[in-house]
């Protein structure tokens, strides 16, 4: 015991010694450096920041491995403080002791933050030169060397695995490929498995698969269960397409997944073990993250920068654990092969040399429509040229084979829509068989070759590492940007088609709102009947046939060629036109399920799809077209009924459209009025609408309430109005208005720039342009952001690749200034509720708009943009944030928005290089304050110069960028685009800028994101004169912590009957890892999860879960964890940054 005490006193003066170290070499530094000052040069600024760069990245390594120790001294503190009697899972913000220091939910996410163990991608990048010499054979590789007595003792065991692409729609629609491809495919599949045992196949997209499915009979749906039983055919991923990993929102990545997992559960009984994800454009860690969740413990990846690539070859590192960034556990480890060379094509999978490998793809022999671009043909396999034609393949086996640490090989074999006929496969098969056998006659040559499956291949492979004792490096990063060859980046996707890109958000936030008001009202329905039968006149199976195709609507957007932008123009409206009926469909559901609960006698509930109760405020009029507000009629005495989507208690600015300028707005439950304004209609930049008036009000909505508003006729003049100003430089302007005031800057104004301010910050717009120049916070923090506009264009020599769809390539002279032939006309707002400035440009509409709000609504700046480039030729323009935060090269953007990823802008890649995806946040950084915008659709970011931060609104290309598209990007359309921009103060030091740093959104950031992404969706009822009265419908006591996130609440299909819904529920919970550095004051009026442990059932009242059982992320049976004692069962454990899923059934 006394030998114990010691021992610690010894530890804890040792660390002691070695904190005080670090924090007096960090004051040193800090000491040394300058005062940034407001008014400083930022080329001063950088100079001194590279400086205190290169001093914090030396301690970087020394801070990590103390990381360790400070999270154990932490964690014990922490379990002896909570083990004196703090109870409960949540803690209330209104505890003194938590004003005074951070937030104690943050320090579990910090404790979760990496260890310095294995390989970190941005240190790679950082490692490599870039320099692109030729390789030789293999281009963008090295000369493989091996002496042929390597496999002396373990021989190499080969898997070739025959494999066909199918892009559910590309050059063709889903459809179209269907009909014309990919149902002979699967129908010779049938056909020719069934000819030989040892025939193997995989297929990845569950979404033709499905289709094909509901085509055939019994008797060949019986067949396809016995080769999936058989091992033959295996089902890979089980997504409902091979989902792009930049754009893609991780609400829809898990969608997609759980739509193709439940379907292959449905009707083949399977649950996927191995990933395979060959053609999306780059890689993100969400998605391995979501694969690990729903059961899989294997996957491959293709699309990765050729320089990253050759490195991985060199160190053997081509197969690796990759492990989240913010996991110092292996819990979050997936096994990842990564293919080594150029393509997924039989060229460029056999071996480093393409010329030999093509000579391999039966596919390719004389006659056929394809062929050897090398020149050289295959040869049909014969008696006679078997031995040469296996020892010309097997030196492309065993190069192959130096590449990894193991001798266990796998080779695909296939292509985008291989196997169409039936010569194909026999072509194929039967060729490489007779080389196979040809091997096994001849055991000197120390190989096992035969077809496979990914679960043979890496059965095999997690055998050999066992019995040789190898292990596998632990990976963490991203592989963004992903450039194929040269300099040819590929960040054009990442905006491209911006349109449809702001439409998948729309339909992903409809969708969840369809989901969680569906599955509650079908709980109240059944509390209300008393049994588990359905209330007679609700169609369930209607709405949930509903649900269903608005799942599989967005599913199919998440394909690697769809929302990416990368389909042809025909596609791209076949995508958008679905999108667009799911929309409309889904809020046919929230209309109807609304309705129900909003009832006080539920024996009125009718339903009639043609004479909706409801409906929503705005009309969306095609799939190409942006939203409008519909006009109300005040003498209707129209009645709102406003849902909010979120969690949490949310204070809104709801605004409608009405036909009088006096309206007011009240509670139809207590009769409080609303705080209002009333705002003009902008027919035109300077015409105001004298037919139409916005009404706008500040709503306080419950957590996944629905609140009902009268909107009535007010005394004329009795609300308030807004007042504007109006200026276009060098000329006079006039704007008549009967209700508006509308006032020229005159005098002093000219030359004095714009402010707005609400109680927590001040902005400064510039006269001339209105475009933000500085913000200021309460505190008295002041920070210089300029918003600037520039144009890319492409590259202008006629022999030089170009932008497209796919690429970016600027031209040689960098970005322009935007520019315009005559100054914008600029607009400012002043009312109660809201303020804003608009510049109206030729080519877009950018308001900044400020909230008169108390909560945190009221912290950040609404940016929204109009953006038309329609007139335009190889032109992409950007909005560009210039600020004063000292953030040097590094910056942070999102991945899929589950998760920050440090991005380092370097100087030896090109331009375009250094841009990257961005779903929905993106923020700079120095020691003192956090710069955030956060975004409600997905496009380009990039930081190409300190304090500097952009996005990319639309680009329109003339030309083929070579990529298989064959055409430009010229279907532009109006756009809109929407951000919040957030300034908060950082309380952390120096030392927290620098390194390969884990680092979360703030807790603020969450709860704006959520608003943004989330926003409430307002519907219309007519007047209570005639009709059924309405009654608040609030499901909630109170919000949940706002560090947990109700991700879906989606429910099940019915396994006995199959199109209808079950009484079993999906509840997927997120917990969010949030940032320590920055306080929101005052604090959010939600609580947060101090313990990991969470009560679920106190979260939920009054809604009740008469069972719960704790599942995998796509809610297979064969997940889920056997139900626990009955006290207990509601009692779950939410780490941060992992999202959680639980069946239950809801009472």
């Not at 050059?171 to 056909?191: A, E, P, S, W």
């Not at 040229?385 to 296939?414: E, I, M």
């Not at 991005?903 to 929905?920: G, H």
């Not at 921009?981 to 969450?1006: D, K, N, T, W, Y």
Request: hydrophobic content about 35%; glycine content about 6%.
């Amino acid at each position: 015991m006394k030998r114990g005490r010691v021992l610690a006193v010894l530890v804890g003066g040792v660390f002691c010694l070695a904190v005080i170290s670090l924090y007096r070499m960090l004051e040193m530094m800090q000491g040394a450096e300058p005062d940034h000052g407001m008014n400083m040069p930022y080329k001063q600024v950088d100079e001194d920041l590279s400086h205190l760069q290169q001093k914090i990245d030396k301690l970087e390594r020394l801070l990590i491995n103390n990381n360790h120790l400070v999270a154990r001294l932490r964690d014990t503190l922490l379990h002896k403080q909570s083990s004196k009697g703090r109870g409960g899972a949540n803690i209330s913000s209104d505890s003194a002791h938590i004003r005074a220091g951070p937030l104690p939910g943050c320090q579990s996410a910090e404790e979760m933050k990496a260890d310095a163990a294995g390989v970190q991608l941005l240190d790679v990048y950082d490692l490599l030169p870039f320099d692109n010499p030729d390789g030789g054979v293999w281009k963008q590789g090295f000369d493989i060397k091996y002496d042929g007595d390597e496999w002396a003792e373990q021989p190499l065991e080969l898997f070739l695995v025959p494999h066909s692409h199918n892009d559910p729609g590309w050059l063709k629609t889903f459809d179209g490929y269907y009909q014309d491809q990919t149902r002979h495919i699967l129908d010779n599949m049938l056909v020719k498995l069934g000819e030989d045992s040892r025939r193997k196949m995989i297929w990845a997209e569950v979404s033709y698969f499905s289709k094909w499915w509901s085509d055939i009979d019994d008797q060949k749906r019986a067949m396809v269960k016995r080769l999936v039983e058989a091992g033959q055919l295996e089902l890979v991923t089980g997504g409902w397409v091979m989902a792009d990993e930049a754009n893609s929102h991780y609400f829809a990545l898990l969608d997609q997944l759980m739509e193709g997992h439940q379907w292959l559960q449905t009707h083949l009984g399977v649950k996927p073990s191995s990933g395979w994800a060959i053609d999306p454009f780059g890689h993100s860690p969400s998605m391995t993250y979501l694969l690990k969740g729903a059961g899989l413990i294997n996957m491959v990846v293709q699309r990765v920068h050729y320089a990253v690539k050759k490195h991985f070859a060199q160190q053997q590192t081509l197969e690796f654990l990759w492990r989240q960034s913010w996991d110092s556990s292996s819990r979050s480890d997936i096994l990842c092969h990564m293919m080594p060379f150029y393509s997924y094509d039989v060229p460029h999978t056999c071996g480093p040399n393409p010329a030999v490998c093509c000579q391999f793809d039966f596919h390719r022999l004389p006659g056929g429509r394809v062929f050897c671009p090398w020149r050289i043909p295959p040869q049909p396999i014969t008696d006679q040229n078997v031995q040469d034609r296996a020892l010309v393949l097997l030196d492309q086996y065993r190069q192959k084979s130096r590449l990894f640490r193991s001798s266990v090989l796998l080779v695909p074999l296939g292509d985008d829509f291989r196997y169409v006929e039936s010569r194909e496969w026999d072509a194929q098969f039967s060729n490489y068989q007779k080389l196979f056998d040809y091997f096994d006659r001849h055991p000197e040559l120390h190989i096992k070759a035969r077809f496979g499956t990914l679960a043979d291949y890496f059965a095999a492979l997690h055998r050999r590492l066992s019995s040789t004792g190898t292990s596998l490096p632990t990976l963490r990063g991203d592989f963004f940007t992903y450039a194929d060859r040269d300099d040819h980046y590929w960040s054009g996707y990442f905006t491209s088609r911006p349109f449809y890109k702001r439409l998948d958000r729309t339909l992903e936030s409809t969708l969840r709102a369809a989901e969680i008001l569906f599955s509650i009202t079908l709980a109240e329905i059944r509390r209300f009947r008393g049994d588990s039968h359905m209330f007679e006149g609700f169609p369930a199976r209607e709405h949930f046939q509903h649900l269903t195709t608005g799942r599989r609507s967005l599913g199919l957007f998440q394909h690697h060629d769809a929302v990416t932008g990368t389909a042809r123009d025909p596609v791209v409206i076949d995508y958008g036109t679905r999108l667009f009926h799911a929309i409309l469909n889904l809020r046919q559901v929230i209309q109807s399920s609304a309705h129900w609960l909003l009832l006080l006698d539920k024996s009125q509930y009718h339903y009639d799809q043609s004479k909706p109760f409801l409906h929503t405020d705005e009309v969306i009029s095609a799939q190409d077209a942006l939203p409008q507000k519909t006009t109300l009629v005040l003498s209707d005495n129209p009645r709102l009924v406003v849902f909010n989507p979120t969690e949490q208690l949310r204070t809104s600015v709801i605004s409608v459209v009405v036909d009088s300028p006096d309206a007011r707005v009240v509670d139809a439950e207590t009769g409080q009025p609303m705080a209002a304004q009333i705002s003009a209609v902008w027919a035109e930049p300077s015409r105001v609408s004298a037919e139409a008036f916005q009404l706008s009000f500040i709503a306080e909505l419950p957590p996944l309430s629905l609140v009902v508003y009268h909107v009535t006729k007010a005394s004329p003049g009795s609300t308030p109005r807004a007042r504007y100003n109006i200026h276009r430089h060098g000329s006079s302007l006039t704007i008549q208005s009967e209700h508006f005031q509308v006032s020229p800057l005159e005098g002093k104004e000219v030359n004095t720039p714009l402010t707005l301010s609400n109680k927590h910050l001040q902005i400064w717009s510039s006269p001339d342009t209105g475009l933000l120049q500085k913000v200021r916070l309460q505190s008295g923090l002041v920070r210089q952001v300029q918003v600037q506009f520039f144009w890319y264009g492409t590259r202008s020599s006629a022999n030089k690749d170009k932008s497209g769809a796919y690429l970016f390539l600027p031209g040689e002279e960098g970005p322009q200034p935007y520019s315009s032939s005559e100054p914008p006309l600029v607009r400012v707002t002043r009312g109660p509720v809201f303020s804003a400035i608009t510049s109206c440009y030729k080519h877009f509409t950018h308001t900044v708009q400020l909230f008169h709000l108390d909560g945190h609504a009221g912290k950040s700046l609404e940016v929204f943009n109009v953006v038309d480039i329609r007139s335009e030729v190889n032109r992409e323009l950007v909005m560009r944030f210039v600020s004063d935060v000292v953030s040097g090269n590094r910056f942070y953007s999102d991945l899929n928005g589950f998760q920050m990823q440090q991005r380092r802008t370097l100087e030896k890649l090109p331009l375009q290089a250094n841009f990257y995806p961005m779903s929905s946040s993106s923020f700079l950084q120095d020691s003192r304050s956090r710069l955030t915008l956060l975004s409600a659709q997905s496009q380009a970011v990039a930081s190409l110069h300190s304090g500097e931060l952009e996005v990319v609104l639309d680009r329109r290309l003339q030309q083929d960028d070579n990529r298989g598209l064959g055409q430009g990007v010229t279907d532009n359309k109006l756009t809109a685009s929407l951000y919040h921009l957030l300034l908060e103060e950082r309380q952390g030091g120096a030392q927290e800028v620098g390194g390969a740093s884990i680092e979360h959104l703030s807790l603020l950031a969450h709860l704006t994101s959520l608003s943004l992404c989330h926003p409430p969706i307002t519907m219309v009822a007519p007047s209570d004169s005639q009709q059924p009265k309405l009654r608040p419908f609030l499901p909630l006591h109170s919000s949940l912590p706002c560090d947990i996130h109700l991700l879906n609440l989606r429910t099940l299909e019915d396994p006995q009957e199959v199109g209808s819904p079950s009484q079993e529920v999906a509840l997927l919970l997120h917990r969010k890892g949030f940032d320590c550095s920055s306080v929101p004051s005052p604090q959010p009026s939600c609580t947060w999860s101090v313990h990991e442990e969470v009560d679920l059932e106190g979260l939920f009242a009054p809604l009740r879960f008469r069972s719960l059982r704790r599942s995998g992320l796509t809610l297979l049976r064969d997940h889920d964890e056997p139900g626990s004692a009955h006290q207990q069962r509601h009692v779950a454990r939410l780490r941060p940054m992992e999202i959680n899923a639980f069946r239950v059934q809801m009472d």
